[in-house]
């Protein structure tokens, strides 16, 4: 399956579908604090989804190929948790860090979006992690044009993340969106600058780096989807969802309460803008 060129009429129901799920992040916000459960936090994001935006969570019941269907709504992956922690009896704890990942379906077009959390008050070491995994996130984001390599976005994401000594999660990667969850292309976030396909205006797709403090090895959980670092180590997430422009981008994910970008992707802005050229 080729790579689907979304139309005017996609794309303005892409916008809604990304702000529709940045929305439910900047609602669980307040929740996220020391004593509640992941399950609590699935249960408070499902029912907003479902009664006041109308939207469908499509993390529950998902069955991609090989995978047993995933039993909740959204992901809340804590600590060394790297990707698709499943909600349940586990209670935040002062320190925690936390990425929860939203996916919405609206009108047959999803959003997805995800961001770290900070359950108290994190160690220094956690905050350096998370701020630098958005800044990762922030310079791939920024290398999206027409024109523009794939592999430009790992690049950028992977030098980022090695100059600070953290490494790269390689099993998961970013990926088009649509009507489906995952199509293609795949997006790396390891790489090199000039490889791969060419960028279109057109595309949607997430940049979603996973970083680990430590070795980028990976196992996944008996329950057939938590993955967590071999070696423990503290891993980072987040996620928009891109447009790629006539000569730029556009970030579809966005929402009152969508952390800035970074000083350090100084040529980025939030919502419709040009990227540099
Ligand atoms: N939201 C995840 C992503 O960014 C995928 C989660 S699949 C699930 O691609 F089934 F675990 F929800
Ligand atoms: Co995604
Ligand atoms: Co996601």
């Known amino acids: 399956m080729a790579i689907v060129i979304k139309s ?3 794309i303005e129901r892409m916008r809604v579908a990304g702000r529709l799920a940045a929305e439910v992040l900047d609602f669980i916000t307040p929740h996220v604090k020391p004593g509640v459960s992941t399950a609590e936090i699935d249960r408070l994001c499902h029912d907003y989804m479902v009664t ?12 991609p190929p090989g995978y047993r269907p995933y039993p909740k709504s959204i992901c809340t992956s804590v600590n060394h948790q790297v990707c698709h922690g499943i909600p349940g009896d586990k209670v935040l704890k002062n320190g925690d860090v936390v990425n929860i990942d939203v996916t919405v379906i609206k009108d047959g077009y999803h959003g997805d ?3 770290m959390f900070y359950v ?4 220094i070491a956690a905050r350096r992690l998370c701020d630098v995994t958005h800044e990762c996130m922030w310079l791939g984001i920024a290398e999206v044009r027409p024109g523009a390599f794939l592999g430009n976005i790992g690049a950028a994401i992977q030098a980022h993340a090695e100059k600070h ?4 999660v390689r099993e998961f990667c970013g990926h088009g969106i649509g009507r489906k969850f995952h199509e293609e292309p795949q997006v790396l976030h390891y790489g090199r600058a000039g490889t791969l396909d060419q960028l279109v205006a057109g595309m949607t797709f997430t940049v979603e780096p996973m970083i680990n403090a430590g070795r980028r090895e990976i196992k996944e959980l008996s329950d057939g989807w938590t993955i967590v670092t071999k070696d423990h180590s503290l891993s980072a997430q987040w996620e928009h969802t891109v447009l790629v422009t006539a000569d730029g981008y556009e970030i579809l994910t966005t929402s009152p309460g969508m952390p800035e970008p970074p000083a350090i992707a100084s040529g980025a802005r939030s919502g419709a803008f040009l990227a540099p050229a």
């Open 113 to 115: 979006t995800s961001r």
């Open 120 to 123: 108290g008050e994190p160690s």
């Open 8 to 10: 005017p009429e996609d």
């Open 52 to 63: 006041v935006q109308g939207t469908t969570p499509a993390p529950l019941n998902y069955a």
């Open 165 to 168: 000594g953290f490494s790269v």
